[in-house]
């Protein structure tokens, strides 16, 4: 995945552990609701996966995934990237909110590379 810095490695795990976090609380908000999960579901698995992806690349933490898993997740991340895109570009320059969405997006992309690289070995 080319040289990538250890603040940048540090700031893309953070911001994957964020996600996740984020997606586990819709998670439980929609369960209490009584809201279809399915799609949070599938996110959070492959937000997980993708987080694994980083950390088996970057700390060789050992990969527990089928070529399958790998592939429908970067496939669900794929997905998430357009409205974290657009979510971004509406967002003010300078702005936490801003930042946030722009590691998100770094950490996202660094991930379907760390699938990419995986899945065509």
């Known amino acids: 995945m080319?040289?990538?810095?250890?603040?940048?490695?540090i700031e893309s795990i953070k911001s994957m552990k964020s996600t996740i976090n984020k997606l586990e609380n819709a998670l439980s908000q929609m369960t209490n609701n009584g809201a279809n999960t399915t799609l949070v579901k599938k996110?959070?698995?492959?937000?997980?996966i993708g987080l694994a992806m980083l950390?088996?690349?970057?700390?060789?933490?050992?990969?527990?995934?089928?070529?399958?898993?790998?592939?429908?997740?970067?496939?669900?991340?794929?997905?998430l990237l357009p409205s974290i895109e657009n979510s971004y570009?509406?967002?003010?320059?300078?702005?936490p909110q801003r930042t946030l969405?722009?590691?998100?997006?770094?950490a996202l992309e660094?991930?379907?590379q760390a699938i990419d690289e995986i899945v065509t070995k």
């Open 55 to 79: 950390e088996h690349v970057w700390n060789q933490s050992p990969l527990h995934y089928t070529q399958e898993d790998l592939t429908e997740a970067r496939k669900v991340i794929t997905g």
């Open 2 to 9: 080319g040289d990538v810095s250890n603040l940048s490695k």
């Open 110 to 112: 660094q991930s379907i």
């Open 43 to 48: 996110r959070l698995h492959a937000v997980y």
């Open 101 to 106: 969405l722009e590691r998100r997006i770094k």
């Open 89 to 95: 570009v509406k967002s003010k320059t300078g702005s």
